[in-house]
C-alpha cells in the first residue's frame, strides 16, 4: 500500500508560482513512479507530469511544458512540482499519484494505469 497526502494549493493571480508537495508512504512508494494530474471543473482529469523511480526519467503535458517541474526526494519521502507562469487555464485539483510500475513505459497520461492517488489539492489562478 502506499499513501499519498498533497499539499501547497491556494489562490494566485496570474503569472505567479507556486509550489505542491506530495507526502509518501508505505514500503513500497520508492520503487513507484509518481506523477501529477489534474482535474477542472466539468473536465476529465488529465496527465500533467510524472518521474520515474530514480528520478532520472521526466514526462510533461505539452500545456505545461517549460513552466512545471516535478522532482522527488526518496530520502524525504516528497515528490514536488513546481509551477511558475501559473495561468487561469491552470485552476484545478491537483493529485498525485503512484504507478507500481517505476519505469514509466508506456502509457503513462492514462489514469487507469496509476495505482493510488491522493485526495487532492485545489490551484485557483485569477487573471
Known amino acids: 500500500q502506499v499513501q499519498l497526502v498533497e499539499s501547497g494549493g491556494g489562490l494566485v493571480q496570474a503569472g505567479s508560482s507556486l509550489r505542491l508537495s506530495c507526502a509518501a508512504s508505505g514500503r513500497t512508494w520508492r520503487r513507484c513512479s509518481m506523477g501529477w494530474f489534474r482535474q477542472a471543473p466539468k473536465k476529465e482529469r488529465e496527465f500533467v507530469a510524472a518521474?520515474?523511480?530514480?528520478?532520472?526519467?521526466?514526462y510533461y503535458a505539452d500545456s505545461v511544458k517549460g513552466r512545471f517541474t516535478i522532482s522527488r526526494d526518496n530520502a524525504k519521502n516528497t515528490v514536488s512540482l513546481q509551477m511558475t507562469n501559473l495561468k487561469p487555464e491552470d485552476t484545478a485539483v491537483y493529485y498525485c499519484?503512484?504507478?507500481?510500475?517505476?519505469?514509466?513505459?508506456?502509457?503513462?497520461?492514462?489514469?487507469?494505469?496509476?495505482?493510488?492517488w491522493g485526495q487532492g489539492t485545489q490551484v485557483t489562478v485569477s487573471s
Open positions: 518521474i520515474s523511480w530514480s528520478g532520472g526519467t521526466t
Open positions: 499519484a503512484a504507478d507500481l510500475d517505476g519505469s514509466l513505459s508506456g502509457s503513462y497520461y492514462y489514469t487507469a494505469r496509476w495505482d493510488y
